[in-house]
């Protein structure tokens, strides 16, 4: 998987917000925000292609978190994101 050209990681009035560029990626209805490791995802996988076991990874390095539950929470991320229509 890899994020969608013309969506980028803002910082807004201290929100991890996702802002959309190019009229093809623009949907009014809908803000999309992040939590504070959602938005350490991201920005690691920025331009590059990611699985679950790789965010799994990440979030085991920079969080106190096991395997498991990392591995758990990466493929609910990946849902949303497919869901919120950020990745291919």
């Known amino acids: 998987m890899k994020i ?10 201290g929100e991890a917000i ?3 560029h190019g009229i093809e990626n623009i949907d009014f209805s809908k ?9 350490y995802l991201w920005r690691k996988v920025e331009g590059q292609d990611f699985d679950a076991p790789m965010l ?12 498991a539950t990392a591995l758990r929470d990466a493929q609910k991320m990946i849902n949303d ?8």
Do not use: M
């Not at 803000?31 to 938005?39: G, H, P, Q, T």
């Not at 994101?81 to 291919?88: C, F, H, P, S, V």
């Open 4 to 13: 969608k050209e013309g969506f980028e990681l803002r910082t807004i009035c």
């Open 18 to 20: 996702i802002v959309a």
């Open 31 to 39: 803000i999309i925000s992040l939590n504070e490791s959602a938005a």
């Open 56 to 67: 799994a990874r990440l979030l085991t390095e920079e969080y106190e978190v096991d395997e």
């Open 81 to 88: 994101w497919q869901a919120a229509g950020l990745i291919a």
